[in-house]
C-alpha cells in the first residue's frame, strides 16, 4: 500500500519534461507538495500530509538510447525495470549494482521503475565489490522545486565538471527533483557464476571468514551470511546456517578461483559449491530479502555498519532474526512488534558509525517513527539547507526523508 | 617552465645553463613526494619544487640572497633523490650548486654559522687536521648537552657526537705507493684509489681491504702522489673557487698517473666524493686549460662496486649464510645512478640481501649536513634505521663513510662498507665489524622483502 | 596567457594584511605561516603553471582543529581561502589569488588507521596517494585509483577532483572508493561524512564533497576502501600502424564484453617521449600503442589475452609484446605515467582532459590532430582509452607569447570537440580555472544556477577557492563572487 492511496489526492501524469515543469508554475495545482510516485513498490519514508497531488512519472516511459558497444543506457525516470532488464538481456549485458526488487518484502504490487531505484539508490548484493547505484548513474535530468529543467552529469564514465549532482539526486527520494531521464553505466553479462557455501558457522565466523575471502585475490562479490532461521526461508538450504560466497566470471576463471577459495578458507569446516542457476537464484533471494518476505507488515530494519560490526549489532541487540550481506555490513533485522527504534539505533551507536533505516512498517508507525536515521545536528542543518536549494516551497515529497 | 631573464642575464654563461635547467621543469611537483625535507617538514620551501621556485625568482631578479632562501637552501641534502624521481630531466644538482655560489658571493652569514663552516672547511679535508680533532673531541663530549641548549651552538653538540671513539693512524695504505697484484699471470687492470681525506681516519680498513681485495683480483693498485681533498665539502659549501682549485690539483694528480703507467680507472670508495669527482667535467668545462683533462678523469672515475662488476670474480670463498641490508648512498643511487651493482655483488657472494622501505631516502648524513642541520638529520636517522630495522639484517652495508657513521650511531646492528664484505667472501679476513655478531635462527615468520634487481 | 581572467584583489583584504598574518601566527605558530613575499612565490601556482598568482599567506595546520581555527577566521574576516593539497593540479585548482590565504595539508599526512577486515584505511588529506597502497601493500592490498601523479599527489587533493586514473575502468574512480570524510565547515564546524559503512544516511553528502574542488570545505581526514591485490597483473603492448585502427580495436574489446583493468593509448610522439624517459621497450615503429592489462591467475591471463589478440589481429596489430617480469611491468607503467612530466623535456605543454564515448575515439583523434595542425602546433596523444579519457599534450613554446596564445586557444577548441562528441570537459583533472569558461558550453545558464545553489549552501559568501569552476558571467549577483579583471600572467 502506497501512501498515496489512503484518500484519493488527483494524479498527475504528465507526458514530458516540459509538462513536468509545467506543474510548478500551475495556479489550479493551489502550490500544493506533490507525492512524486514511480511504480509505488517501495513506500519507505515519512507519510507526506494531506492535502497533496501525486505526480506519477507512469508517462515518461521509455529507453532513450542504449548502445551496448559503449556500455551506457539511457531511458526515462518512469521506464518500468522490465522493460530495462529484457533490453540489456538482449545485448548480453547488466547493471552491475544489482537493484533489489521491495516487492516480495512490502508486499506492494505495482511495476517498479529505474526513477525509483535510482531515487532509493537500490544496491544488491554486488555493492560490496561494484558499488551501489550512485556509482553507477552518470547523468540525470530532473525538474527541481521551482519548476527548472535541469540536466546534471553525461554520459561518459569519468565525468568531473562541476558539482557531482547526480549523488545527491541518487538516493534523495524524490525530495530535490523529479527525475525525467538517467543515464547509466551497464556491464557485459558474465558467462557463468558459482557459490561456495560454508555450513554451519556462527555470525562472528562467518563474518572472519567472509573478511578472509574478500582479502584474496580471488575476487569474490557476494559476501552473504545466512543463520539457520533465515537460511530456511531459500530454497537451498535447512537446519543450519550458511555462509555464501559468490565467484562470477568466464567459467574456467571462476572455476580456479573458486578452487583456490576452498583451498584459502579450508579450516572453516564443511564447504559446497552451488552453480549456476542455483546459484543465481540463492542472490536473487538475499537481494529482495526473501527470508523476510513473510506476508505481514512486521518492522523491518536495514542496517548499515562496518562489516565487522555487524555481528556485533546483532548481539547487542538479542535478535535471532536478522541475516547478513555486504560481507557482514549490511544486516536485515526483523522485529517482533514494536520497531524499537531507539534500542537499534543506540546498538548502532555502539558498535560505531553507521546508521539503520525502516524499511518496513505501518503507515501509522512511519508518521511517528522517524524512518531514516538521525544525523548529527550540523549535517542536520547542512542537508536541510541543501534540500532548500532545490526545493524553496517545499514541494517535493515534503517531510519523507525525516 | 616560464621563465624570465634579461638578455645580459643570459649573457653570462653559468646564468644561461640554470635557465636551460628551469626551462625543463613543468612544476609537476613529483620530486616533493620523494624528497627527504619535504616529507620531514612538510613545507613546499624545503622541496625541491619550492626551492627551484625560490632559485628562479633570485636569479630573474638579480637579487642577492637573503636569509629565506638561504634557510631553505642549506636545509636540501642534496642526496639528488629528485633527480631521480624527475620525469623531466630537471638538472637540480647544477642548479643548487649554482644557487650555492650566488649565496656564497652576494650573502653574510651570521658570525657563528661562519665560523662553523670555515672550521669544517678547515679541519675535515686535512687528515692530519682531522686526526687531532677527534682526538681532542673526546674530551668535548661531555659539553655537547651544553651546547645543545644555544640555537647556533648546536652544530657544535652534532659534531662532538659524531666524533669516533678512536682514530686510525697512518698506514701503508693511506700512504703514496704502488700495491702489485698477487697474480703471476698479466694483471687484471691498473687503477688509482682515492685516498680521500676523512674516511681513512675515521676507517682506514676500507681502503684497506679494497687494495687486498684488488691485488687479490690480480689488478694493481696506486696511491698517487700529491693526493689531497678531492673539493667535495667546499663544492657543496659554494665556495667554487676553492672546490675548483681542489678539482684541479686531482686532475692533476691523476693526469700524471694516466701519462705515466695509465690507469684503467679511478677507483673511489666513497661515494661522496665519487659524485663530485664525476662532475669534474662539468666543473671545469670554461677552464680551457683543464676542461679535456678533467672530463678524461671524470670518465675514469668508477666506484669500487662498479669497478668490480667489470672485473671476472672467482668463486666465493666462504659460504657467509647472513642478511645484508644493503643501504644506497644517496650518492651512488641518485647521484651517480650506481643502483644495482653493489646488490649484485653481494648476492654473487653469497649473502642475502635486503632492501629497506623508502630505500631512496637520505639517511641524514649527507657530507657535513648532520654537523649544519642536526635537527633533520636526526630524524633522518631515526627513519632511516627503523626502515633498516624492519628487514631484521644481520649487518648492513653501505660504501659511504658518511652514511656509515650517521646509520652506525643510531643502531647496534653491525654496519660496514660493502667491500669488506666482499673481501671476506673471495678470501680476505674476516671484518672486525662482524665480531659482535652472533648468528641466530633465521626468522620465517616475517614477511621478507626480497631486493629488487 | 592571459585568456583567463581572475578576480581583482579585495583592497579591503589586501590592507588589513598585516593583521591577518599575526593572527594566523598567533594561531598556528610562527613556523606555519609564509609571509616573506619571496618565499609566497613558490605557492603561486601548481601543475598548470601558465597562470600565476602569489598569494597573502600560506597557512601549514598539523590538525584538524588548527585547520577549523583557522578557517573559522578567514571566512568571518571575508579573507578566499584557497586549499592546497601537494599541489600537483593540471588545471589550475591550487592557484591562489592574491587576496588569499592558502590553506597547505602538506603537514597532515599521516595514515591514522588501517583495518583490513573491513578493508578500510583512515588517512590524513595530506598523505600522498601512493602512500596509501604502499602501507598497505605488505598484506596484500592496494587503494585502486592510480592518477599518473600518485607518487606526489594528495589524497585530499584525490578527493577534490575526483581523481581517476589508468585502473579505473575496473576498479572505479576515487568518489566509488572513497567511504568517509572529516570536513571542516566554512564556521570552523568538524562534520565526519559517512565513515566504515558502505552507504551513509541522509543525502549523499560525500558524493556532493567528492570533486567540488576545495569549494565547500576543507578535508582533512579520509577513509578509503581497499582492494585485495589481483594474484598477477600483465600489461601487453599492442603496436598499431594508425591511431584509429587502435582506437577501433579499444571499441571493440569493450564492445564484446571484455573489460580488461586498463587500456592506455600512445600515439608516436607519446612513444617517443615515453621511451626516451623509461627505456621500458615500446615498440618504436607504430604509429599507436595501447596498454592493455589484465589480471589474475597465469591461466586467467593467458585466457583474456587470447581473446584481446583475437580481436587485435582484426585491427591489423604490428606489434603484440608482453612484459616479461615485474621489472619490465613496471617500467611499462613508469614510463606511461611519467607521460606528462617527460614532455618537459622536449617542450612546454598544457594536458587537456576531456572525455568522449568510446564509439567517438577514432573521430575525435583524427579531428584533434586537424585542429592542432591548424594552429601549427604540434600534440601527443596519451590518455585512458577504455574510459574515453582523452590526454592531448599540446606542444609549445612558453617562452613565445603568440604561441602561447595560440596553444590556450586550440586546447579551448579541442575540448569544446569533446563536448560536442558527447563528452564532457573534464574527466578528472577537475575544471580548475582552466575550463571555467567553459562551463556555460558543456551546461546551461539553469544548470550551472542548480549547482551555485548548492555551493551557497555551504559557502553563502563564496570564500572558499572562488576563482575556480563556475564563470563569472554565469554568478549573478552572488556576494563574494567579484568581478573578474585580466591579470597579467
Known sequence: MSVAD?????????????????LFQDGSLDGLPFVIRGGATRPIGKPVKQPHHVLSTAKLSGIVDYEPAEMVMIAKAGTPMAEIEA??????????????????????????????????????????????????????????????????GGRVMKNVTGLDLVKLLCGSWGTLGVMSEVTFKVVPEVETEQTLVLHGLTAGDAATAMAAAMATPCEVNGAAHLPAKAAAKIGAFDGHSVTLLRIEGFENSVKIRVGKLMDILRSHGEMTVQEGSASRQIWRDIRDVEPFDDGTMKPVWRVSVAPMAGHQLVAALGIDDAFYDWQGGLV??????????????????????????????????????????PQDAAVTKLSEAIRLRFDPANRLNPGWMG | MQTNFSI????????????????????????????????????????????????????????????????????????????????????????????????????????????????????????????????????????????????????MAAMLRLAPGSVDGKNTYTLPGSFAPEGTSEKAGRVALLTGCAQPVLDADINRTTIQLLNRLNV???????????????????????????????????????????????????SGCGTTIKDYGHMLQRDPDYAEKAARVSALAKDISEYLTTLEMPAPAIQPEMTVAYHSACSLQHGQKVKTAPKDLLKAAGFTVKDPPEGHLCCGSA??????????????????????????????????????????????????????????????????????????????DKPVLEAAE | MTGIAMPRPDAAVLSRRDEHISHLKTLLGPDGVVSDVNELRAFETDGFTAYRFVPMAVVLPQTTQEVSNVLRYLAEQKVPVVPRGAGTSLSGGAIPQEDAVIIGLSRMAQIMDINYQNRTLNVQAGATNLSISEAVSGEGFFYAPDPSSQLACSIGGNIAMNSG?????????????????????????????????????????????????????????????????????????FGFDTSEAAGACVAEIIGTGIVPVAIEFMDKPAIDICEAFAQAGYPMDVDALLIVEVEGSDAEMDDMLARIVEIANRHDVKVVKESQSATEAALIWKGRKSAFGATGRIADYICMDGTVPLGKLPYVLKETARIVNEYGLRVANVFHAGDGNMHPLILYDVNDPVEAEKAEACGMDLLKLCVDAGGCLTGEHGVGIEKRDLMLYQYSQTDLDQQMAVRDAFDPDWV??????????????????????????
Not at chain 1, 534500542?343 to 558498535?351: D, F, L, W
Not at chain 2, 667472501?425 to 674476516?430: K, M, Q
Open chain 1, 6 to 22: 489512503l484518500v484519493k489526492p488527483s494524479v498527475l501524469e504528465p507526458t514530458d519534461e516540459q509538462a513536468v515543469a509545467a
Open chain 2, 8 to 155: 645580459a642575464q643570459l649573457a653570462d654563461p653559468a646564468t644561461a645553463e640554470a635557465e636551460s635547467i628551469l626551462r625543463k621543469c613543468v612544476h609537476c611537483g613529483f620530486c616533493t613526494a620523494t624528497c627527504p625535507t619535504y616529507v620531514t617538514l612538510g613545507n613546499e620551501l624545503d622541496s625541491p619544487r619550492g626551492r627551484i621556485y625560490l632559485i628562479k625568482d633570485m636569479l630573474e631578479n638579480g637579487r642577492d640572497a637573503d636569509t629565506q632562501i638561504v634557510t631553505h637552501i642549506d636545509r636540501c641534502l642534496s642526496c639528488l633523490a629528485c633527480m631521480t624521481t624527475c620525469p623531466s630531466g630537471v638538472d637540480y644538482m647544477h642548479l643548487v650548486d649554482h644557487a650555492r655560489v650566488h649565496i656564497e658571493k652576494t650573502y653574510k652569514r651570521p658570525l657563528i654559522n661562519r665560523l662553523t663552516r670555515n672550521m669544517l672547511a678547515m679541519v675535515l679535508p686535512y687528515p692530519g687536521r682531522f686526526r687531532a680533532a677527534v682526538t681532542l673531541s673526546k674530551f668535548g663530549k661531555p659539553f655537547a648537552g651544553l651546547f645543545d641548549s644555544v640555537s647556533a651552538l648546536k652544530p
Open chain 1, 87 to 152: 533490453a540489456l538481456a538482449k545485448g548480453r549485458q547488466r547493471m552491475i549494482f544489482e537493484p533489489m526488487d521491495y516487492r516480495p518484502l512490502l508486499g506492494t504490487k505495482g511495476a517498479p521503475t529505474i526513477g525509483g531505484v535510482i531515487a532509493s539508490n537500490a544496491s544488491g548484493p554486488r555493492r560490496i565489490v561494484t558499488g551501489a547505484a550512485r556509482d553507477s548513474l552518470l547523468g540525470v535530468r530532473f525538474v527541481n522545486g521551482t519548476g527548472d529543467i535541469v540536466k546534471t
Open chain 2, 220 to 270: 694493481e693498485v696506486v696511491l698517487p702522489q700529491g693526493e689531497a681533498c678531492c673539493g667535495s665539502l667546499v663544492h657543496h659549501m659554494g665556495r667554487e673557487h676553492q672546490a675548483h682549485d681542489a678539482a684541479r690539483r686531482m686532475v692533476d694528480v691523476w693526469t700524471r698517473e694516466i701519462e705515466n703507467g695509465g690507469l684503467d680507472a679511478i677507483v673511489i670508495t666513497t
Open chain 2, 367 to 444: 657530507g657535513t649536513y648532520n654537523i649544519m642541520q642536526p635537527e633533520i638529520a636526526a630524524k633522518l636517522k631515526a627513519r632511516k634505521v627503523a626502515n633498516i630495522e624492519r628487514t631484521q639484517p644481520d649487518v648492513i652495508a653501505a660504501g659511504n663513510i658518511g652514511c656509515l657513521t650517521q646509520i652506525g650511531s643510531g643502531t647496534s646492528i653491525p654496519i660496514l662498507h660493502t667491500v669488506k664484505l666482499l673481501n671476506w667472501a673471495y678470501g680476505g679476513r674476516r671484518p672486525a665489524e662482524l665480531d659482535a655478531f652472533v648468528p641466530t635462527a633465521v626468522n620465517h
Open chain 3, 464 to 489: 572558499m577557492n572562488p576563482a575556480k569552476v563556475f564563470p563569472y558571467e554565469a554568478r549573478g549577483n552572488r556576494q563574494g563572487a567579484s568581478q573578474p579583471v585580466d591579470q597579467a600572467a
Open chain 1, 332 to 373: 536485515w533485522l526483523r522485529m517482533d512488534g514494536d520497531p524499537e527504534a531507539q534500542k537499534v539505533r543506540n546498538a548502532v551507536a555502539q558498535v560505531g558509525a553507521g546508521h539503520a533505516t525502516l524499511v518496513r512498517a505501518s503507515v501509522e508507525e512511519r508518521a511517528k517513527t522517524p524512518v531514516f536515521h
Open chain 3, 165 to 237: 586514473g589508468a585502473h579505473c575502468l575496473k576498479y572505479g574512480v576515487t568518489t566509488n572508493n572513497l567511504l568517509g570524510v572529516t570536513l571542516v565547515l566554512i564556521d570552523g564546524t568538524v562534520v565526519e561524512l559517512g565513515g566504515e559503512a558502505l552507504d551513509s544516511a541522509g543525502y549523499d553528502l560525500l558524493g556532493i564533497i567528492c570533486g567540488s574542488e576545495g569549494q565547500l570545505g576543507i578535508m582533512t581526514e579520509a577513509v578509503v576502501r581497499l582492494v585485495a591485490k589481483p594474484e598477477g597483473a600483465r600489461p601487453v603492448l
